[in-house]
C-alpha cells in the first residue's frame, strides 16, 4: 500500500473552498471547525444535536454557518450542501459510546452506517471533491502485533464497532463502484476539552472534581491518546492529501497509556491528595480489549503530522477547560449519576 501511494504528494488547498463537518457540534467535530475556522476556511458545521451541543460552536468567528440537520433525512443533507456551496466533507456523524451500543443496537447502525451511507450519496450526487469518513480503532479489535497499521486485521469484538466495520466497507465500495472520493481515516482515542460522552478521561476528571475515590472498571487496559485538536489537523490534512479514493489511514500518536496512569496523573493536576481506586463491575465492557496503539507511519508519511500537544499539557488543558465550564460535561445535563455507563 505505501509504494503505491508515493505518487500522490500534491494536497489540495481548502482555504479556496467550502468545507462541512458533519456532526460539528460534538466532541471531535468542534475541534475540526476550530482548526479549519483558523486557517480561515469557509466551513459549515451540520449536527442534529442529538450528542453534538450548541454551546461547542456558539459565538465562534470566521466564515462559519450552523446547520441544524440531520444526515438521516437525505434530502435535507443535499439542500443544506448545495444551498452552501459545500466542497468537502469531514464526516465526524456517529454513535460512539461502546456501552450504550448494547442497549440500543438498532440506533447505532442507523445512524454509522445508514447516515454514512447518506454522505456517500450526497458526495456522488453534489459532484463534491473530498469526503473524509472518520472510522475507529475498535474495527480492529484484539491486537496480535504490538501496533495496529492499515493491513491489521478487521475483527471488531462490539455492536459499535461492528456498525463502524460496516460504514467503513461501505466507504470502499461506493469508492470503487461509484468512484466516490472517500478517504478513510480510523481514528484513535482522542480527548480533550468539549467532551460529550462520558469516556475515561472526562470521567476519571469528573470524578476526581467530586473526591479521591474514583469507582473504575478495567484499569489496566491501555489505549493510544491524542489530543483532539492534533486529531483534527490530522483530519483536515488527509481532507487536503491528493490520496486515491479508499485510502485507509490511521490517526493516532504512537503512545499508549493504562487507565491506572491516567488516574494517577491526572489526581496530581486537579492536586488531589490520596486517590485510591475501587473496581466497579459495572464498567467492564462485556469483550474488553487490553491494548491499543497505532502505528501511524502512513499518516506521517502522506501528509507530514504529528502530534504538537504532549499527553501531559493535554491533560492540563483538559482539566483547564472543565474548571472554566462551572466543572461540568455536556453530558451532565442527561446522564444520571447512577447510571451504569458513567
Known sequence: ???????????????????????????????????????????????????GVPANIAALDGAFQAVCGDVLEPWQLIEAVRSHGVTTIIHCVGDTFVPTAYEMPQRFFDINLQGTLNLLRTTKICGLKRLVFVSTTEVYGPLDEERANENTRLNPVNTYAVSKLAADRLCYTFAIEHDVPVIIARIFNCYGPRETQPYIIPEIIAQLNRGSRLRLGNVEAERDFTYVHDTARALIALAEADLPPATVVNVGSDVCYSVAWLARRLAEIMGVENMAIEQDTRRLRVKDIPRFRCDNALLKKLTGWSPQVAIEEGLRLTVQWFRENRCRWSYDDYVDDTTIYR
Not at 471531535?28 to 442529538?50: K, M
Request: net charge negative; glycine share 8%; with cysteine.
Open 1 to 51: 500500500m505505501c509504494q503505491s501511494l508515493q505518487l500522490f504528494h500534491d494536497t489540495m488547498n481548502l482555504n479556496d473552498q467550502t468545507v462541512m463537518v458533519a456532526g460539528g457540534a460534538g466532541f471531535v467535530g468542534s475541534a475540526v471547525v476550530r482548526e479549519l475556522l483558523s486557517r480561515d476556511i469557509r466551513t459549515v458545521s451540520y449536527d442534529n444535536y442529538l450528542h
